[in-house]
């Protein structure tokens, strides 16, 4: 089969690029960074080069193709999160159109069932609505969990402060997931029929905020590794003084203050996932010790 993936050789791109090519399949990749092409090359892949926002360049990469894989690239300097997601969404959309190609596998998040009020994940809730107009391609919104790998921003707080913590309590329940089972979940839909829209949960593992800073701590040496509350003000100005910029820090302080209520994940428990991947928490643990 032939597939067209977005995302270069990012976290779940590659290997989801390494599944299908070991799979036999050919493998298109789309990345910004003409840097990249030898060492998409070298994978086994096709390197296509350009950005994601010229519907042409897109139409041309997705054309012929017996599947696709879209996800929004991130984009820290832009003005407003959520608009520049949907607006890249609504290209995606045109050229998905334009090329003809009938099934996609998009990368959405745990949340986009909310339209607001859960900073750039509301700009994947403006991609679903955008793709469920697609008049005759089959849509598989992949919604992952929180991504283990988000905790690997918490290193200098880990360090210098001796706290793991965020906008919510210790007992917040959340949904963890590694991108690698991401990158198994795309691969399984890219190579299996399926038709309408459809969504689709992946996570790795459940705990809750202390929880998970049990286990962080436990695998760092830090067994007494604390999750602490910080009130919106206090975590939005941790953010800027590590580097945030202040759209994107007021977009996670955001975030955060949905996972804080509980309705970021309401969805999800409703409609949980028959099975979950394979990287359970202490897995992880193991890995965030090392690069700790």
Sequence with gaps: MNFTITGSLGNISKPLAATLIAAGHH??????????????EALGATAAIGSVEDVAFLTAAFSDKDAIYTMVPPNFGASNIREFISSVGEKY????QASGVK???NLSSIGAHLDGGTGPISGLHDVEQTYSKLDGVAVKHLRPAF?????YGNVDMI??????????????PLVLVHPKDIAAAAAEELQHDFTGKVVRYVASDESTAAGVAGV????????ELLWV??????ALGGMLQAGLPEVMAKSYVEMGDATRSRKLYEHYFNHKPSSFGKVKLED??????KAF
Aim: hydrophobic share 45%; proline share 2%; net charge negative.
């Design 27 to 40: 493998v298109t990749i789309i990345s910004s960074n003409a840097a990249k092409a030898k060492e998409i």
């Design 93 to 96: 959309a045109a050229a998905i």
């Design 103 to 105: 099934r996609v596998v």
């Design 147 to 151: 991504f283990y790998t988000n905790f």
């Design 159 to 172: 360090k210098h402060a001796g706290i793991l913590g965020s906008n919510y309590s210790a007992e917040t």
């Design 216 to 223: 962080l701590g436990a695998a760092i040496g830090k067994p």
């Design 229 to 234: 509350e910080f009130n919106d003000e206090d």
């Design 284 to 289: 992880f643990a193991k890995e965030f010790a």
